[in-house]
């Protein structure tokens, strides 16, 4: 498969509007590249999920339509050149329909093991367009990459083995370390299982000799429709996993559980032997008026002292060892929301502990979305749409990805020079 290729040609700087707490800093914002520069969107368009940088300083990430002349999505690689520039190729792009062997449009991003081969999910493939997890592998000089198929959901009766998969996730991965390629990957769907409510998985590498994954399901969910709200359980996650040094996955559902309003849990997995025990350690909306928040669907985050922190129309922080419940920051509820809608995608910390995020909504009157820090203030790092016609971009869509300087690199899946979204960097 030829590969699709295009050289950044433009830098696009805006300054950054200080909105938020006092004494925010000035960030300002560039586009490292565009997507649907080139005909029949062959360089991908709309790019979801978070965002992967190899050892090399190469990121990886995921669009959800256009790539090569299949439409079905792909993955992409952005090199930095001599000139501070970028490169973008499509390293393989998926097509469309339920014949398609790997599955289309990935919306989780990619992982990477120590091989340099990538791992993601897919969200449409065979019955019920169930999505597929899958294996990309690159020749010596990566110049061209193949694809392995390694599970397709739903190929179970009733789709008992879960439907639609979100992020994949592997011990070691929240300490920064690769993938090492012979472990389990685990992971969760929002749909199937025996209850319809989702489930987590294991996705077990074969064993010497052999060829196929295995497929392993460790919890269903109960049912969203259940009578009894599903109290004891929470139903419909939407975000990937944690798993810490121990081996316990933690994770959040989107619905169900014991709050008013069955507004989502936290919940815990851990190995008793060949089995795993779930737990749910929160329920959100437990507090009058839903204050601490609701609806979660975005991946935890786990510091260096074991608390779990995440976003649900707020900014929080669990401790597993005390169940303490803490709200860090309470997003506008309505309006003209500066500091973002509160529908975030992930949070990022560094060394320091600062936290950094995104809101797909908010900012501005037109609501085009927020990057921000809390730290432990809450300040506005840069507001979406400052450019005509949104060429900065607007919503976005995926974690920051910090590097070493300080920058934050990200995505939105709307807006850039082209319309149809961009990689960004936000400096200090």
């Not at 944690?242 to 989502?264: P, Q």
């Amino acid at each position: 498969m030829p590969l699709k290729s295009a050289t950044l040609a433009f830098l696009i700087a805006a300054p950054l509007l200080l909105m938020g707490a006092p004494g925010a800093c000035a960030y300002t914002q560039k586009v490292l590249y565009a997507f649907c520069g080139v005909a029949n969107c062959a360089n991908g368009e709309e790019p979801l999920g978070p965002l992967l940088r190899d050892p090399s300083g190469n990121i990886f990430g995921t669009v959800e339509d256009g790539g090569g002349t299949q439409g079905g999505g792909g993955v992409f690689e952005l090199t930095p050149g001599s000139g501070g520039g970028w490169t973008e190729q499509m390293i393989f792009d998926f097509c469309t329909g339920d014949t398609c062997p790997y599955g289309s449009a990935p919306t989780t991003g990619v992982i990477m093991d120590t091989s340099g081969n990538l791992y993601g999910t897919t969200s449409f493939l065979g019955i019920d367009d169930a999505g597929a997890a899958f294996e990309l592998i690159p020749n010596k000089s990566k110049t061209k990459w193949k694809a392995k198929l390694l599970y397709m959901f739903c190929s179970k009766t009733a789709c008992d083995d879960g439907s639609i998969a979100n992020g994949l996730t592997y011990q070691g991965q929240a300490s920064g370390a690769l993938y090492d390629g012979v472990s389990p990957l685990y992971g969760t769907t929002i749909e199937g299982g025996t209850n319809d409510g989702g489930v987590v998985f294991a996705l077990i590498p074969p064993a010497p000799g052999k060829k196929k994954w295995k497929e392993t399901v460790i919890h269903d969910f109960c049912s969203p429709n259940s009578t009894d709200q599903c109290t004891s359980d929470g139903a419909t996650p939407e975000a990937a996993m944690i798993m810490d040094a121990s081996g316990n996955l933690y994770g959040t559902t989107k619905a169900a559980g014991a709050g008013v309003f069955a507004a989502g849990t936290i919940f815990e997995l851990s190995p008793k032997g060949r089995k795993w025990k779930e737990k749910t350690l929160y329920n959100f909306c437990s507090q009058r008026g839903c204050t601490d928040g609701a609806g979660p669907n975005a991946p935890l985050l786990m510091d260096a002292a074991g608390d779990l922190l995440g976003t649900a129309g707020v900014v929080f922080k669990f401790d597993p060892a005390t169940s303490q419940y803490t709200v860090l920051h309470t997003f506008c509820a309505g309006g003209n929301c500066s500091d973002g809608d509160g529908s975030n995608w992930g949070l990022t910390m560094d060394p320091e502990g600062d936290l950094f995020g995104t809101s797909f909504g908010g900012g501005n009157t037109q609501q085009d979305g927020t990057a921000w820090a809390l730290n432990p203030t809450f300040q506005v790092l840069y507001t979406f749409c400052q450019v005509g016609a949104c060429k900065d971009g607007m919503h976005p869509d995926s974690p920051l990805l910090p590097d070493t300087s300080g920058n934050l690199f990200g995505t939105t899946s709307e807006g850039g020079p082209n319309g149809a979204g961009e990689v960004y960097e936000l400096s200090p």
